[in-house]
């Protein structure tokens, strides 16, 4: 396969593009090359296109797709629930059945909220941590993303262009956003000086750096975080928006074994629906109800939650997550084979299942240096591998599902050094 042309995809872009603003659903897919590509329906590891090409998919809908595309556990419970209606607005079975594999997960927690979307879910716990102190500022850091909100989209990329202020978006409330100190990942002398005697009500972090560059944490750093923390009565917030029900069925916590006071859940929570939540000890969880408001329409909607009670099912049986961090492994060592076979500087991190390729850098371990890798030329590599039958991320990072095989790596990992090689000097 070697597309050179998407028709129908590019008819319905300048369509779509008539009614919806940009032409996408959210802002940076306006941002795929060479135009955003238009699906009709996906199976497993694979996705096709309005124009019949068939590709290898690693994108999994920006990661909630771990279970890949129709899961017929995940379809039997949608179906299931649908046809008993859509929403309630009062309570229903999945309710707790859901939040009990949750907490199944985060042995250490015994309360969660549902909520919608990762921004959601990361605003409720910022607001339960301030609630919970009486103190008003947060601590986040440099390239670690909390979704799209006012107080928490500062110190992701650096701030708008031409704009004096750390604010990322036009329009972007600088009050709102002048709650957030930004600090560097990593340095615990900084976070101890800025927490001491000060008014910060949490510190919150991805405790791998999925969003900028898939990075762990530096030996004993969470620990070093979580004594802190401690120590100043922080709320300490984990967005596993990414790390949740992915590293590990425990996520991060699981993983790290460092248990923070709030984490925040979503994307793979429900394998593709919209839900997120934040999990927690009842102390602070339960202020949800004496004080600290948390609310929304669709929150603890019954067929996301059928979804994501069949979603956890899935993801709980034994040998996921060791088959997941294989077959991250086997993708992250191939690609990182083809780019010294080319003579192509390049870097590759992984953790379980995400891996993230930057080009033009020979090693990303910090924000800074994955900020300097060359997008230009891996935009260019992506619409190859595009051409080839292989739809990755924009950025660099590659999601796998349980519905990967070994076989679908090791023809990626070909197709990759195909390109490769034709792109390298
Ligand atoms: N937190 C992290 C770590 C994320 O990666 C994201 C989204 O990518 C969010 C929060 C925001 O989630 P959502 O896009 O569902 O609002």
């Known amino acids: 396969m070697l597309v050179t ?16 603003a940009g032409g996408v659903s959210t802002g940076l897919r306006a941002q795929a090359r060479p135009h955003p590509i238009f699906f009709s329906g996906g199976a497993g590891a694979r996705l096709t296109d309005l124009d019949g090409n068939t590709y290898l998919d690693y994108v999994l809908g ?42 199944d997960a985060y042995p250490a927690f015994d ?41 928490v989209l500062v110190g992701y990329r650096g701030g708008r262009a031409g704009s004096s202020s750390a604010a990322e978006s036009l329009g972007q409330s600088e009050n709102a956003s002048r709650d957030a100190v930004v600090l560097e990942w990593g340095n615990l002398d900084d976070l101890r000086a800025t927490l001491t005697g000060r008014d910060i009500a949490a510190v919150v972090l991805e405790p791998v750096l999925c969003n900028s560059g898939v990075i762990e944490p530096p030996d004993g750093y969470l620990e070093g975080v979580r004594e802190i923390c401690t120590e100043t009565g922080t709320v300490l917030i984990f967005d596993e928006v990414i790390t949740g029900f992915r590293l590990a069925f425990g996520g991060a916590v699981e ?37 600290v408001v948390h ?4 929150n603890g909607n019954p067929v996301v939650l059928a979804g994501a009670l069949a979603t956890l099912d899935v993801l709980k049986r034994e040998g996921t997550y060791e088959r997941l961090d294989a077959l991250g492994r086997r993708l992250a060592s ?9 003579g192509v500087v390049g870097a590759v991190n992984q953790v379980g299942p995400v891996v993230q390729c ?15 890798a060359d997008t230009k030329a891996y935009d260019l590599l992506l619409v190859e591998l595009l051409r080839r039958g292989v739809f990755a991320l924009p950025g660099g990072r590659w999601y796998l599902s349980t519905e990967h095989t070994e076989h ?10 195909e390109v490769v090689s034709v792109s390298s000097p």
């Open 5 to 20: 042309e998407w028709p129908k995809s590019m008819e319905a872009w300048t369509r779509t593009k008539r009614s919806l």
């Open 62 to 103: 920006w990661g909630p797709n771990i279970i890949g595309h129709g899961h017929p556990q995940l379809v039997a419970a949608v179906q299931g629930q649908i046809e008993h209606g859509a929403t309630y607005g009062s309570g229903h079975e999945f309710e707790y059945l859901a939040a009990e594999a949750v907490l």
């Open 111 to 151: 309360r969660l909220v549902w909520s919608n979307s990762g921004s959601e879910a990361a605003q409720v716990a910022l607001r339960i941590a301030r609630g919970a102190t009486g103190r008003q500022h947060f601590v986040k850091f440099s390239g670690h993303y909390h979704g799209w909100t006012d107080p």
């Open 255 to 291: 993983k790290y074994g460092v248990v923070p006071d709030l984490a925040v859940l979503g994307k793979a929570i429900a394998g593709g629906l919209p839900l997120s939540a934040v999990v927690g000890k009842s102390e602070l969880l339960d202020l949800t109800q004496a004080g």
């Open 295 to 298: 609310a929304g329409t669709y």
């Open 334 to 342: 191939g690609l990182g084979d083809q780019l010294t076979r080319h």
């Open 358 to 372: 930057a080009l033009g850098v020979p090693a990303v371990r910090t924000f800074t240096e994955f900020m300097g």
């Open 408 to 417: 679908d790596i090791d023809t990626t990992i070909r197709i990759f050094g």
